[in-house]
């Protein structure tokens, strides 16, 4: 145990035991219906530890989806998914596979950080304690060390000023900062972004995106990017992939999606929202 | 505990008797809170603050006593200024005044549910105003009203018990009376209980399905 | 005719305060049911939600007085269990105004927006640490102003206990109208008592939500009512036509 000031893990060796390029999110054949809607079909995909993946494709064609099939809010139909190494849909009992137990699947959502289109912090409590809440209840830290890490994060995101604040009083903008600490404040291993400025004004989503973009830039954290901004997605991810009705039509790192999109729905697609 | 089957049978024709009381106090009562209920809350709507304000004073005070105190107040004191009624008539009177205060909030939230534009349409075609409360408001403000108004029956039906105090013989006064010449206690008052259940529930589950027809 | 003496006036003092205390204790019992009993019925096993519904439908269908004379009269003779007066109204009044007041949990926990059980999941919080931190916190200050109305109803039932003989406020003036033969003035007295209790309680109830709100940095709006209570929500379905859904 290393004893760090730094609100977050920069340094390879000491932090993220995972981020060493090995395979951090595995689906293996993910099917996910709702009703008689086939929303993903036996959808293969991974995601390599301190890589910036960025899904991309039309509204409908899943990509929240599989946040939210990380995030355990839904529940995969068949198939299943592994975040380092442990399933979180299922566990192993005497050498089968069973569905997991609350606990098991708790135990696992730990190592996942996730912010969300709404931002959803919890307006009965004050800035500070949105993001101590969970590092103490949770993982057990003491009040100060929660404390002192919430405030390293606070600052990192520029809200260092406003820990006393109800998230009422806030901009929408400086809402979004304050839930990208919140996840940030659970050291997770990676990072789910559903569409965090979607919901913003135009004039606030510089200044989230900037917060990413250094996060990204500084850290070895993976993060799974659910986007419309295209060119943040250009700017930070390492890949690309291309969702159409439940499948990867298409991946690769950025300039190539971007500048030469072989499949025909990508093209149609960039086209429309470039 | 010893159950008495024949007990619940030799006291099923007092209680006929009671049931019948209490549903004529229960629809005489919600009659009135329902007439008296639209004059408080059309008062309340009034122009002359010498209207609005004693309506408000009123309807606040009854609202906020307790009614058994109302019925006992109006039992003994309405003799003392002349006015000597008959127990039911008391009864109902008691009732239906302290439901009105009830149902004049119903109203008033039912009347400020019909936007604004209908009164504006309603001036700009000059309608007098008889028409404009008869023909538009409240047509559309009573619909929408309906499923609570009939809440406030269910929850009447449960108050009438309390008339036996100043001698209306409903359900609970013949129980009552039965149980004090008999002692079958335990039978009796078992019996006005799950009466009571057995009418309200049905009742409510009615107001929960016009709810969902009529307001929306 | 004679006036009312002093020692009349203690009378009606000493009902005043016992039935301050039966609102107090049989809003305690309340509050304690409306909680257990609103939690429970969203629970996620349906023999839960089958009880505690069956529970809120058999009281609140009944009438608290015929429960009333059940407990006073029937449970000691048909089980050997007798209560003190005041125990066993408290018992009647707590039973069914929590049958009541757990429709007002019920609905106010199903208010909470969905997206916020969902960031309680995200940061792996436990579901009784979501209840306790996230969704009952939110839910709290919502459902004041209904446990309002229902806490002025409770009051105006507390008078129902003058007619088992506790010594309420209500008996008091039966004893005393019995004593000076004046029904008016006494009558008229102790409605004013009774208005003037309401009139406190609501008055406290504005002072908790104004804090309450205030704890999740909400300002309450305002209202210019004299008392201040609306009666919309109606005693026997207190389901607001928004908060819609039985069960899930």
């Known amino acids: 145990m290393s004893a760090d000031s730094t609100p977050l893990n920069t340094s390879k060796e000491t932090a993220n035991p995972a981020a060493d390029g090995s395979e951090l999110i595995r689906f293996d054949k993910v099917t996910k219906r709702f009703g008689s809607n086939t929303v993903l079909d036996s959808l293969d995909f991974t995601v390599n530890s301190g890589k910036h993946v960025t899904l991309i494709g039309a509204s409908g064609s899943g990509k929240t989806t599989i946040l939210r099939l990380l995030m355990t809010l839904i529940k995969p139909e068949e198939g299943t998914i592994k975040v380092a190494g442990d399933y979180l849909t299922h566990e192993e009992r005497d050498g089968e596979l069973v569905p997991a137990g609350d606990r098991h699947v708790r135990e696992v959502r730990k190592k996942i950080g996730m912010v969300f289109q709404q931002f959803n912090l919890f307006p009965n409590m004050k800035v500070l304690r949105n993001v101590t809440e969970a590092p103490v209840h949770v993982l057990g830290l003491s009040p100060d060390e929660a404390e002192e890490r919430a405030r390293g994060l606070l600052d990192l995101v520029g809200l260092g000023d406003r820990c006393d604040a109800y998230p009422s009083q806030l901009s929408g903008g400086q809402q979004q900062r304050v839930a990208i600490a919140r996840a940030l404040a659970m050291r997770p291993q990676v990072l789910l972004l559903d569409e965090v400025t979607s919901a913003l004004d135009p004039e606030l989503v510089a200044g989230v995106l900037d917060v990413l973009r250094d996060i990204a830039h500084t850290t070895d954290i993976t993060m799974l990017c659910v986007t419309h901004e295209m060119n943040f997605a250009r700017d930070i991810s390492d890949d690309v992939l291309m969702f159409d009705a439940g499948h990867v039509i298409e991946s690769g790192p950025p300039e190539k999606i971007f500048s030469e999109p072989e499949h025909e729905r990508t093209r149609e697609f960039l086209s429309a929202v470039l | 505990m010893n159950w008495d089957w024949s007990a619940v049978g030799d006291f099923m024709p007092m209680f006929w008797d009671g049931l019948l009381v209490t549903l004529q106090a229960l629809v005489l009562g919600a009659l009135l809170a329902f007439a008296l209920g639209l004059v408080w809350a059309m008062a309340q709507r009034s122009g002359l603050?010498?209207?609005?304000?004693?309506?408000?004073?009123?309807?606040?005070?009854?609202?906020?006593?307790?009614?058994?105190?109302?019925?006992?107040?109006?039992?003994?004191?309405?003799?003392?200024?002349?006015?000597?009624?008959?127990?039911?008539?008391?009864?109902?009177?008691?009732?239906?005044?302290?439901?009105?205060?009830?149902?004049?909030?119903?109203?008033?939230?039912?009347?400020?549910?019909?936007?604004?534009?209908?009164?504006?349409?309603?001036?700009?075609?000059?309608?007098?105003?008889?028409?404009?409360?008869?023909?538009?408001?409240?047509?559309?403000?009573?619909?929408?009203?309906?499923?609570?108004?009939?809440?406030?029956?269910?929850?009447?039906?449960?108050?009438?018990?309390?008339?036996?105090?100043?001698?209306?013989?409903?359900?609970l006064g013949e129980a009552r009376q039965f149980a004090s010449e008999t002692f079958l206690t335990v039978e009796v008052f078992t019996v006005v209980g799950v009466a009571f259940i057995v009418i309200s529930y049905p009742a409510s589950l009615l107001m929960r399905a016009l709810e969902r027809r009529l307001v929306r | 005719?004679?006036?009312?003496?002093?020692?009349?006036?203690?009378?009606?003092?000493?009902?005043?305060?016992?039935?301050?205390?039966?609102?107090?204790?049989?809003?305690?019992?309340?509050?304690?049911?409306?909680?257990?009993?609103?939690?429970?019925?969203?629970?996620?096993?349906?023999?839960?939600?089958?009880?505690?519904?069956?529970?809120?439908?058999?009281?609140?269908?009944?009438?608290?007085?015929?429960?009333?004379?059940?407990?006073?009269?029937?449970?000691?003779?048909?089980?050997?269990?007798?209560?003190?007066?005041?125990?066993?109204?408290?018992?009647?009044?707590?039973?069914?105004?929590?049958?009541?007041?757990?429709?007002?949990?019920?609905?106010?926990?199903?208010?909470?927006?969905?997206?916020?059980?969902?960031?309680?999941?995200?940061?792996?919080?436990?579901?009784?640490?979501?209840?306790?931190?996230?969704?009952?916190?939110?839910?709290?200050?919502?459902?004041?102003?209904?446990?309002?109305?229902?806490?002025?109803?409770?009051?105006?039932?507390?008078?129902?206990?003058?007619?088992?003989?506790?010594?309420?406020?209500?008996?008091?003036?039966?004893?005393?109208?019995?004593?000076?033969?004046q029904s008016a003035p006494v009558y008229t007295i102790i409605l004013l008592m009774y208005f003037v209790l309401a009139f406190v309680l609501t008055r406290g109830m504005r002072v908790l939500e104004r804090q309450a709100k205030a704890g999740i940095g909400q300002r309450p709006e305002k209202r210019s009512r004299l008392i201040g209570r609306k009666a919309e929500i109606p005693r026997q379905d207190a389901t607001p036509a928004t908060v819609g859904g039985e069960g899930r």
């Open chain 2, 49 to 171: 603050a010498v209207v609005r304000w004693p309506v408000n004073v009123i309807t606040e005070f009854v609202r906020n006593t307790p009614l058994l105190v109302q019925l006992f107040f109006l039992y003994y004191v309405l003799p003392e200024w002349g006015l000597t009624l008959s127990a039911m008539v008391t009864g109902v009177i008691g009732l239906g005044l302290h439901y009105s205060t009830y149902t004049a909030e119903v109203y008033r939230a039912g009347i400020d549910g019909v936007p604004a534009g209908q009164w504006e349409a309603a001036t700009a075609l000059s309608l007098p105003k008889s028409r404009t409360w008869g023909a538009v408001i409240l047509p559309q403000a009573i619909r929408r009203v309906v499923p609570a108004l009939g809440n406030y029956v269910i929850a009447m039906l449960k108050d009438t018990p309390m008339l036996f105090v100043i001698g209306v013989l409903e359900m």
């Open chain 3, 1 to 181: 005719m004679s006036e009312i003496t002093w020692g009349l006036w203690e009378i009606l003092l000493k009902g005043v305060w016992i039935t301050v205390q039966l609102t107090v204790f049989s809003a305690a019992l309340a509050a304690a049911v409306a909680l257990v009993v609103g939690l429970a019925r969203s629970h996620r096993l349906w023999i839960v939600r089958f009880i505690s519904g069956a529970y809120f439908e058999i009281f609140r269908g009944t009438s608290a007085l015929i429960l009333m004379f059940w407990i006073f009269f029937v449970l000691p003779l048909g089980f050997g269990w007798q209560l003190v007066p005041l125990w066993a109204a408290t018992l009647a009044l707590g039973l069914t105004y929590g049958a009541y007041g757990s429709e007002v949990v019920r609905g106010a926990v199903q208010a909470v927006a969905p997206a916020q059980r969902e960031a309680g999941i995200a940061l792996s919080f436990t579901p009784a640490q979501q209840l306790r931190k996230i969704i009952l916190p939110q839910a709290w200050p919502e459902m004041i102003p209904p446990f309002n109305n229902l806490l002025i109803e409770l009051l105006k039932g507390t008078a129902l206990v003058s007619i088992m003989g506790v010594a309420d406020i209500a008996f008091g003036a039966s004893l005393v109208r019995n004593a000076t033969g």
